[in-house]
């Protein structure tokens, strides 16, 4: 759970973010930006600041905000009733991004799993996106990604989204922000 003033600024920094990278957004755009803490109530490491453009039953399009060293949390997309998972394919348009899937674990990963999360971190081959780079997430595959020194922007594209029915291996994770009401 976060505050509502954490809530603002998280939003404010997120399109100014945005803007610096020549990003445009109407401002009914900017009323629908969503911060996702993940339940764990600490934004600045494990969280993810996000902005869907359009999603409909055949193809989904999203910008994606991440502060210095954010991370969010390894999960994967399943089947739902039979309808394949959602495929995603990730392209970084400032900053880096440090992609994490299944395969050989690289040696010295250039960044790590949150602190005594370490645990809910099983996909450990690195795939380092800078701007310009992309890759495509099969559906039902684990992966996280944690942005780098100066935070990252990403644009994803994908299948029909349903995050609503993402797996986490952490299972403290809640996909809906709540928000503490101040004062």
């Known amino acids: ?3 509502a003033s954490e809530h603002s600024r998280a939003v404010a920094k997120t399109i100014q973010m945005f803007k610096e990278a020549g990003i445009a957004l109407t401002k009914e755009e900017e009323s629908r930006i969503e911060v996702a803490d993940f339940g764990l109530d600490n934004l600045s490491v494990t ?3 996000l902005l869907t453009y359009v999603n409909t039953e055949r193809c989904c399009a999203k910008e994606l905000a991440m502060f210095p060293h ?4 390894e999960h994967r ?3 739902i009733n039979g309808v394949p ?3 995603e394919t990730f392209r970084c348009r400032k900053g880096v991004v440090h992609l994490f899937v299944p395969g ?3 040696p010295n990963p250039q960044c790590v799993p949150p602190q005594g999360d370490e645990a809910y971190y099983t996909s450990r081959k690195e795939i380092i996106l800078h701007p310009g780079d992309q890759y495509t997430i099969n559906p039902d595959t684990l992966h996280w990604f944690q942005s780098g020194n100066d935070g990252a922007i990403v644009s994803e594209f994908s299948t029909k989204s349903q995050d609503e029915y993402d797996v986490f291996t ?3 994770i809640l996909r809906e922000t709540k928000i503490k009401e101040e004062g």
Do not use: A, V, Y
């Open 170 to 172: 952490d299972p403290r």
């Open 77 to 79: 997309h399943p089947s």
């Open 1 to 3: 759970m976060i505050s």
């Open 85 to 87: 998972g959602k495929e």
């Open 104 to 106: 050989e674990p690289t």
């Open 47 to 49: 969280g993810l600041e």
């Open 70 to 73: 954010q991370t969010c949390p």
